[in-house]
């Protein structure tokens, strides 16, 4: 059986060299012979020369340097900082909001994967990163369609800028927020930002929501996790939120990489690929959509 052929989807050059760095992790190069015609073609000149790693080398060199430190078991207790996983996962443009102060400073993708653990408990991943990262697509500034999205932006905007450090903080756009109040509102984001009809209307259909990206099978994601919040049982009451039913674990950060062994799964959804619900779809007020959401967890754009 001929051998899998892998491809980076995403890769985060900045953040792989932070963890490499921050963590004493050599590279070391390899010495590779070259062949060479000697002087007037006369005999071979054996030498040595440095070559650079692969994208592939140097996520196993991580991996395997911090591989006690990597947790790929989601029933482990939290808090988790390193993460891998696979899974089918959603990528889409995180949006900003209002007039607040935008402190991401560059267009950012949020990607979203869901695993259940062997206990299992559902756990959601909300990550956030560069949208230059992707590898072989450019991603363009106008969408066709304009949706929902969230008014607690500027806050999630704060805690994946700060790397979770603003939180502890507990102030400005954060101050009306406590941790599982901004956990589920940044899984709001990441499963429904974009809607623009009835909730009913864009259930498994990604493409018709606004700002979505692509969704692929992730063979392997290693990801830099800023929060781990687990939810108090009994305190979220999701039946009016399909998309969040059985919600129990959220975990908020960046991704190092994605990678697929399944580039036939990759399935884009903007540009020509964006899919626009006619006017004859079924329509609902934000109240109907959003009515067991914060007061004020949202507004409708466009």
């Known amino acids: 059986m001929p051998k899998l052929v892998g491809r980076y989807v995403y890769w985060s050059e900045r953040l792989v060299r932070e963890v ?72 889409a443009e995180f949006q900003r909001w209002g007039y607040a102060r935008h402190r991401l400073g560059q267009r950012t993708a949020v990607v979203h994967a ?16 560069g949208i230059r990262n992707l590898r072989g697509y450019t991603v363009p500034e106008d969408d066709p369609v304009h949706g929902w999205t969230s008014s607690a932006a500027p806050a999630i905007e704060e805690l ?12 400005g756009d954060l101050s009306s927020f406590d941790e599982e109040e901004l956990a589920v509102d940044t899984l709001r984001v990441a499963l429904s930002q974009g809607i623009y009809r009835h909730t009913d209307d864009h259930r498994g259909r990604p493409e018709t929501r606004a ?19 687990t939810l108090t049982p009994g305190r979220w009451d999701f ?51 959003f009515q067991s959401r914060r007061q004020d967890s949202g507004q409708v754009s466009g």
């Open 20 to 91: 490499i760095d921050d963590n004493g992790v050599q590279l070391d190069s390899r010495v590779k012979s070259s062949l060479k015609l000697g002087v007037a073609g006369n005999g071979l000149d054996v030498t040595g020369r440095d070559r650079e790693k692969t994208t592939f080398e140097v996520a196993e060199i991580l991996k395997k340097k911090l591989r006690k430190a990597i947790v790929s078991d989601f029933d482990t207790p939290g808090p988790v900082q390193l993460v891998q996983g696979a899974s089918w996962v959603e990528v």
């Open 114 to 129: 869901q695993t259940v653990t062997r206990r299992g408990r559902r756990v959601d991943l909300c990550l956030f990163g």
């Open 160 to 171: 994946v800028a700060s790397r979770g450090a603003a939180m502890n903080e507990g102030a």
């Open 211 to 229: 700002f979505t990206v692509m969704g692929f099978e992730a063979t392997e994601y290693v990801a830099l996790i800023y929060k781990d919040v």
């Open 239 to 289: 039946r009016t939120e399909q998309e969040m039913i059985g919600t129990r674990r959220i975990l908020i950060g960046a991704p190092l990489w994605l990678r697929t062994t399944h580039p036939n799964s990759i399935r884009t959804y903007f540009g020509p690929d964006r899919v626009v619900l006619t006017p004859s779809a079924r329509q609902a007020s934000r109240q109907e959509i």
